[in-house]
């Protein structure tokens, strides 16, 4: 089924750009990541439309006008039911419509002259890439194809995210030989640097994107899978675990290992040199939220990172392009590597084995690993779980130690939302920064604002109108300062399946009036920048151009009604004291079982509160070390 029509509607492609007519294989390209039941509701609902057209008019959209497609437009855009559905649609359409635009202004120049993953084996860059601020240090990476269908090691680590590699790195340096298993494959700063944010983007996310938990309303939760895990496609953003978050998994929850936890995120800060990010290359976009922030006398600051030598190419969320963010598998994984642990790629871990005829009770054997012409065992006394929290309820479900009732349970997410301010001047949010400045004025509150920008359509932000509307929204996006908000939540969701993750996620009533008093903190200060008017992205009503307008319109809506994702999942295989409550006990081992830790964000007994990729490698540092001494305690005695 042919996408020219959709793609023509929606941006109001007249015929006369060319850049505008590559935008359908694009799209295609972006379809094609998707797990298979998100490409098949699209095309259905683009089917949807082209029938829609047809009824009023006897014709698709692809045989109309420009003019016949803008009267179809507001004929749809007139029935409030079908408003969510067109927004769904335009999510990857401004995806493809941001790498076309970018690559007809010359804003990315992607070399065509290597195409393929990284090789097996000890991996390090080609030629440097233009831009490329130091070269990825080596990785000893080898590709589920060529490793040996049965083989011993001391430890398993099931994921190659923050918690797994930190994991890593502490056991391979104990003196284990581990062996680090990665669905995703390992692609180099070079790979970044020749490619399109969009070609990345399709890669570097799990069913490209578009994962998504199902509920009140639906939410879409992106996770990366590649080695390095999301760490490669997060923002760089680096907070600390709060005191109080901290005295609530202690005192609460019984979460033992929080007690030592400043030195552990000391330790975490120092191996991926997170530093606060100097001013000269936030760009607009955080330069407008600093003066916001100033007028109103409220708390904000350019954020902690880990991206020394930041150039402020925006790409964060794609893999930095020049080497500055150090993501995991530029920081810890080397030194994993260096310590003598291996990282397989490509393979999907089937289940952990399990010797049930132990004394003592059953204990891990090791695990069972799917490659395309079959599988593959390793066998180890030692598996550390660190698929992260959406993925390890299923492994543990399909391993039959998914028996706890709270499995899976307790998933708490950032539910976020993002608003935007016209100026006067041109911003070009994306020159800059991704994530470069926090307004901790709402923190107490839950509410975390961040001047975020992305790569044109790659945002959470989704630019108002159908049509002729749309497009001038996109000529004019230079305009635009963007801000996103993520609230502390209470856990509302589970993580269900077992061959295959199914996401359920209901909002809470309580965020819901966070997100909504989120909205309001943005608008407010994006007004005290300067902006002539804000967009609310709010459907029925995109812009107000003052704050008592915001507050009217807010007054009349629901959080339901506003762009809404969600990031940073957590808690599904929590640890803590009750033995009734959490699958993992209070060092993070998964209970019923000896010999199965828990390290990535699962673990993490309630929500974090700020971005966690501190917390969980503080956590993964924490639960290894006290495994580790644990070994030399009952070595010692039986010494004695």
């Known amino acids: 089924m042919s996408l020219d029509g959709l793609v023509a509607a929606l941006i109001a492609d007249e015929g006369t750009t ?45 045989g109309l006008t420009p003019h016949e497609r803008e009267s179809v437009l507001r004929g749809l855009d007139a029935r409030p039911s079908l408003r969510p559905l067109l927004d769904v649609l335009k999510v990857p359409v401004l995806l493809a419509t941001g790498t076309e635009r970018m690559l007809h202004d010359g804003r990315t120049t992607p070399s065509s002259t290597t195409h393929g993953l990284t090789t097996p084996g000890l991996t390090t860059p080609g030629p440097t890439t233009p831009g490329l601020t130091r070269r990825d240090p080596p990785l000893d990476c080898t590709s589920a194809h060529a490793w040996p269908t049965r083989s011993t090691a001391d430890a398993v680590v099931i994921g190659s995210g923050a918690g797994g590699a930190m994991a890593a790195r502490t056991l391979a340096r104990a003196g284990l ?136 190419s925006c790409q964060c969320v794609v893999g930095c392009p020049t080497g500055a963010k150090q993501s995991v598998q530029l920081s810890v994984l080397p030194d994993a590597c260096a310590a003598g642990a291996r990282i397989v790629t490509g393979a999907r ?25 079959g599988t593959f065992e390793i066998l180890a006394p030692l598996v550390v779980v660190a698929a992260g929290a959406l993925q390890s309820p299923p492994l543990l479900r399909r391993s039959g130690l998914g028996g706890h009732p709270r499995l899976g349970r307790n998933l708490s997410v950032h539910p976020a939302t993002s608003v935007a301010g016209r100026f006067a001047e041109p911003v070009t949010a994306w020159e800059g920064v991704l994530q470069s400045v926090g307004v901790e004025e709402h923190h107490g509150a839950g509410v975390l604002i961040e001047a975020t920008a992305t790569p044109p359509g790659m945002g959470s932000f989704v630019l108002p109108g159908l049509g002729a509307e749309l497009r001038r929204e996109l000529e004019s996006a230079d305009r635009l300062a963007t801000l996103g908000a993520m609230i502390a939540d209470r856990p509302s969701g589970r993580v269900l399946g077992r061959d295959r993750t199914l996401l359920r996620y209901d909002l809470d009533e309580r965020d819901a009036g966070r997100l909504l008093r989120a909205v309001r903190a943005m608008g407010e200060l994006l007004f005290a920048a300067g902006a002539e008017e804000v967009l609310t992205g709010i459907p029925t009503t995109p812009r107000v151009r003052t704050l008592t307008e915001l507050d009217t319109v807010l007054a009349n809506t629901s959080a339901r009604r506003l762009h809404l994702s969600a990031y940073h999942p957590t808690g599904t295989v929590a640890a803590g004291a009750d033995p009734q409550r959490f699958p993992a006990d209070a060092n993070g ?52």
């Not at 199902?214 to 490669?232: D, E, F, M, N, S």
């Not at 993490?604 to 509160?609: F, Q, T």
């Not at 990729?613 to 070390?625: E, N």
Request: glycine content about 12%; overall charge positive; hydrophobic content about 40%.
């Open 177 to 312: 030989d581990v062996v680090v298993l990665e669905e995703g494959e390992h692609y180099s700063t070079e790979w970044f640097g020749q490619r399109t944010p969009l070609e990345r983007f399709t890669k570097l996310y799990r069913d490209g994107g578009a994962t998504i938990a199902v509920g009140r309303p639906p939410l879409l939760l992106p996770v990366g899978r590649a080695v390095g895990g999301t760490t490669v496609v997060n923002s760089g953003t680096c907070y600390r675990t709060p005191d109080h978050v901290l005295a609530r998994w202690s005192k609460g929850f019984g979460f033992a290992l929080a007690d030592d936890f400043g030195g552990h995120l000391d330790e975490v800060e120092r191996s991926l040199r997170v530093a606060t990010q100097p001013v000269d290359v936030l760009g607009n976009n955080g330069r407008i939220a600093l003066t916001g922030a100033h007028t109103l006398g409220w708390r904000a600051a350019p954020l902690r990172r880990n991206a020394p030598g930041c150039k402020g």
């Open 18 to 62: 060319d850049w505008t007519a590559r935008v359908p294989a694009r799209l295609e390209t972006v379809l094609a990541s998707m797990p298979l039941p998100a490409r098949a509701g699209l095309r259905a609902a683009v089917r949807g439309l082209d029938a829609y057209a047809l009824a009023r008019t006897g014709r698709g959209l692809a």
């Open 349 to 373: 871990v089937e289940r952990i084995l399990v010797d049930r005829d132990r004394p003592g009770g059953p204990r891990a054997a090791g695990v069972r690993v799917r490659r395309d012409d």
């Open 589 to 640: 081992q998964l209970r019923g079982i000896q010999g199965v830790l828990i390290t990535d964000a699962a673990v993490l007994p309630g929500c974090p509160e700020v971005n966690p990729q501190l917390s969980i490698m503080a956590a993964a540092l924490a639960i290894t070390g006290a495994y580790l001494e644990r070994g030399r305690t009952e070595s010692r005695r039986r010494d004695v």
